[in-house]
């Protein structure tokens, strides 16, 4: 046989080896079994299982159980249990699958586990994972059989508390069976580049483990949001560079996104497959002017958020995850951070499709820990993997815009602490079997940062030339040490100079830190819980007085007006109003858009989630909700608060948030109150020097008015040249009526933009649910603002996933059918059968019963 023929007949012969199977990724998340509880034998396959309870993913145990005062988390951690649980599902191969585990690759992925996980398959541990918010996955091949196979995994929650907030227990985000042929793409291992002249460089790592030596041809054809081909190349390089011509360019306001496909072919055949989301566009982060996105200057108007979905608790789930976008969205957010952890990564899909830029945050600690149990103990060991794995899972989104190596440690300052690296840890940890990072002269923390910032740059990198200049995801950190003498600003790696509040120090900045681009990494932590209007509202609240001192108030709340916040931090208005005036500073990332549960400050238990929210841990709009509506977006805005109940001539505080508008007149039965015009912008030293004195008249960001109630109707009216152009009228509320349901938010009904067919064709079939809004109304339709009646919901068609009313210190459990009405409101999260009509109905001792279908 000639050469020629000998190379064909491998090749021939190989072939059907080699495609016997092309990538299929199936959601894995149906038919597990459940136990609280632990023993070794659980991870047995002989374990008998059979009394365990059935269960889908996403779970959290947590999130079913009852707030106590002595659960382990603390109030700080949500009050809800810890411990440790088990999970079992049963999964079959043919004797058919079985005769192709030669040439076929089985892989479990995890999307999230909190936390400690172990994974076993028929007994054998595959992995190990201690970070809960980490991706992963494993090579279960070697461990399959013929028949039943057992894949066990062990939750480990019980050493608390570990966090600084609600983590959630279990499985919390989906688990992936992808099965692949024996060469493949690695994990991760594809890397799409773009930038906004049209370039595309794909670099593709993939592994060989057919035991052949022919070497795959390397093909990646972009296709645009229509799925028609724009570019197309092929090669035997690891890496390809396309080039798609005039390209729709990835913006907040059009995200347009395309598919880059990338396969390994061998004799002409697809032997394996990825489908990677990307989009072209430029950006860069200016010293002088902030942000830029595709030429564009502009503020991040962004928010920080924590992973929990209110009462579903941290499982997640796509529809709760894009009602909170859409409702950031519609108030002008054009960013979010991730805090202080890895998210799912179905949030950085949505991100990309919804037009939201994404810091990408790592850690909330390093070596130093802040609670007892928290991963400060695995960081010497894990931070690595942790890091490398996030940039290399989240590096081809084109919403993520920069990356965060942690929040706030605590080795941003010298200390004596027994837990702080020494130098010769630091070469040891750091520098052993890596880059060795120039110490000259640094602290250790520093080198630490260092090394840090050259995992994300070494896991991401940017193809050679200037044109890639404007792809660069710069490195940063948030911190609540703004003096230059912090040791991680000190090392030189942070790329953009991020302060956690600190906005007295704005100013100082361009001193500080010449040349750096700067923002607020967070910002505010005002408090505030909706519908709750202590009066009078003009003076500043600091709660408590100082950070290390208990705040009691017999009401558990805090007030909704604009004026209550942490002692380390500021009104809304006092920090927007010091990054809207500074063009120096590219955006904050307030803390935080929706409460979350754990860390109520500043109350202690009974209280267990946060005040900082714009929006309430139910969904429901805060005031200030508004305020930033008015400034970040073009939509007309007209809201007055508060309600219209009081005693009569009892004095009241109206605000008014509104825009596009020359000025706004209030009536009190028809009687006005006064015109108000919102003040020209105050210089910042102005308003640093007014701090403590609220004006109520007016401000740069609302007006109001001190009036003496008396019932019946407030009414603002809004003009423009004179005209009115809008208003808005609160009625006094009688006794309560009946209930009013409203749908505020159908998942089923719309696209997330994430529902792309699989590379098979084959659509991921996800968990919707439908957000109900319950109302206690008089008989005339309005909201009674005292109501707090029991509300019973029953459904048919569907299940109910959780019910919530936004307060922080209920007890009532979130999985359940009734709830109380907080403010004369509360909701229901419902779950549909797949294709079923919904009927809700909701019931309240002494009121007229409602009914919704959908
Ligand atoms: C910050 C911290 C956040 C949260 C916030 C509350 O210092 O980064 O995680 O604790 O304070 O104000």
């Not at 007949?9 to 016997?20: E, G, N, R, S, W």
């Not at 890639?468 to 995801?473: A, D, G, H, L, Q």
Request: glycine share 8%; with cysteine; proline share 5%.
């Amino acid at each position: 046989m000639s050469i020629m023929k000998k190379i064909l007949f491998t090749l021939l012969l190989l072939i059907p080896v080699l495609t016997a199977t092309a990538r299929q990724r199936q959601l894995f998340d149906a038919g597990w079994l459940f136990i609280l509880g632990d023993k070794p034998s659980m991870a047995s396959p002989d374990y008998n299982d059979a009394s365990w309870r059935h269960l889908n993913l996403p779970h959290d145990w947590a999130i079913e159980g009852d707030f106590r005062d002595g659960n382990p988390s603390g109030a700080g951690g949500g009050a809800l249990p810890g411990g440790i649980g088990w999970y079992r599902k049963h999964l079959t191969i043919s004797e058919e699958e079985a005769s192709t585990l030669k040439t076929k690759k089985y892989w479990l992925a995890f999307d999230g586990v909190y936390m400690n996980s172990t994974v076993y398959v028929n007994g054998k541990e595959v992995g190990h994972r201690p970070y809960g918010y980490s991706s992963f996955q494993y090579d279960i091949t070697p461990e399959l059989k013929v028949g039943d196979n057992v894949i066990a995994v062990k939750v480990d929650n019980s050493d608390q508390p570990n966090s600084r907030w609600y983590s959630g227990c279990g499985i919390y985000r989906h688990v992936w069976l992808t099965t692949t042929s024996t060469l493949h793409f690695d994990h991760w291992g594809v890397q799409v580049v773009t930038n906004a002249k049209g370039d595309v460089v794909v670099n593709a790592k993939y592994t060989d483990e057919s035991g052949s030596s022919l070497r795959p041809l390397l093909r990646s054809t972009v296709l645009d949001a229509s799925q028609r081909v724009v570019a197309t190349k092929e090669g035997s390089n690891a890496t390809l560079k396309l080039h798609v011509s005039r390209p729709h360019l990835w913006s907040i306001a059009n995200p347009y996104v395309y598919t880059v496909k990338t396969e390994l072919v061998i004799g002409g055949r697809t032997v394996d497959e990825v489908c990677t989301t990307t989009g072209f566009r430029s950006f860069r982060f200016d010293a002088k002017t902030g942000f830029w996105l595709n030429g564009r200057n502009f503020k991040l108007n962004g928010v920080c958020e924590h992973h929990d979905l209110g009462a579903l608790g941290a499982a997640f789930n796509e529809d709760a995850m894009h009602r909170k976008l859409t409702r950031l969205k519609e108030m002008g957010v054009n960013a979010l951070r991730c805090t202080h952890n890895p998210p799912a990564p179905e949030l950085l899909d949505m991100c990309d499709t919804m037009g939201i830029v994404v810091l990408d945050e790592s850690f909330d600690m390093w070596r130093r820990k802040k609670t007892k149990n928290d991963y400060a103990r695995f960081f010497d060991e894990w931070h690595e993997r942790d890091l490398s794995d996030l940039v290399k899972r989240d590096r081809n989104h084109p919403s993520v815009i920069a990356w965060s190596i942690g929040n706030e440690v605590l080795e941003q300052w010298t200390s004596t602490g027994s837990d702080e690296l020494t130098l010769e840890q630091a070469n040891m940890i750091l520098n052993a079997g890596h880059k060795v990072v120039n110490t000259d002269g640094l602290h250790p923390n520093s080198i630490l940062t260092k090394h840090l910032a050259q995992i994300i740059r070494d896991n991401d990198p940017l193809p050679e030339g200037k044109e890639w200049k404007t792809s660069f995801r710069p490195v940063t950190a948030g911190c609540n040490e703004p003096d230059p003498g912090n040791l991680l600003f000190k090392s030189g790696a942070i790329d953009l100079i991020g302060f956690n509040y600190h906005h007295q120090w704005i100013k100082d900045v361009p001193k500080n830190f010449p040349g750096k681009p700067f923002f607020m990494s967070e910002s505010v932590s005002a408090l505030m819980t909706r519908g709750y209007y202590p009066q009078p509202s003009d003076t500043i609240l600091m709660a408590p007085s100082r950070w290390d001192l208990p705040y009691t108030d017999p009401s558990m709340m805090c007030s909704a007006y604009d004026n209550t916040h942490a002692p380390w931090s500021a009104t809304h208005e006092e920090t927007w109003n010091a990054v809207k005036h500074t063009p120096y500073c590219f955006g904050q990332f307030i803390w935080t858009g929706f409460d979350y549960i754990g860390e109520p400050t500043p109350y202690g238990f009974p209280a267990r989630s946060s005040y900082f929210g714009i929006i309430d841990l139910a969904g429901f709009p805060k005031d200030v909700y508004y305020m930033y509506q008015s400034e970040w977006t073009k939509k007309d805005v007209l809201h007055l608060f508060p309600h219209w109940n009081w005693l009569p001539g009892q004095t009241v505080d109206m605000w008014c948030y509104y825009n596009n508008a020359d000025e706004v007149e209030l009536y009190v039965n028809g009687k006005s109150q006064g015109v108000r015009r919102k003040s020209a912008p105050e210089p910042q030293e102005e308003w640093y020097r007014l701090h403590n004195r609220l004006c109520l008249d007016s401000t740069e960001f609302h007006v109001g008015w001190r009036v003496k109630y008396e019932p019946g109707e407030v009414k603002v009216v809004a003009r423009k040249n004179g005209r009115v152009v809008r208003s808005e009228v609160i009625k006094t509320a009688g006794a309560p009526d009946h209930i009013r349901l409203v749908v505020d938010y159908d998942g089923r009904k719309l696209d997330k933009g994430i529902d792309r067919p699989m590379a098979d064709g084959s659509k991921v079939s996800r968990q919707h649910l439908v957000f109900v809004n319950a109302e206690v109304v008089d008989k005339d339709g309005n909201v009674c603002p005292d109501a707090d009646n029991q509300i019973f919901f029953s459904v048919d068609g569907a299940t109910i996933a959780g019910v919530d009313n936004g307060s922080e210190s209920s007890l009532e459990r979130f999985k359940a059918d009734n709830r109380r009405a907080m403010f004369g409101k509360c909701m229901v999260i419902v779950a549909p059968n797949e294709g079923a009509a919904v009927s809700l109905k909701a019931r309240a001792v002494g009121l007229h019963d409602a009914t919704i279908n959908f």
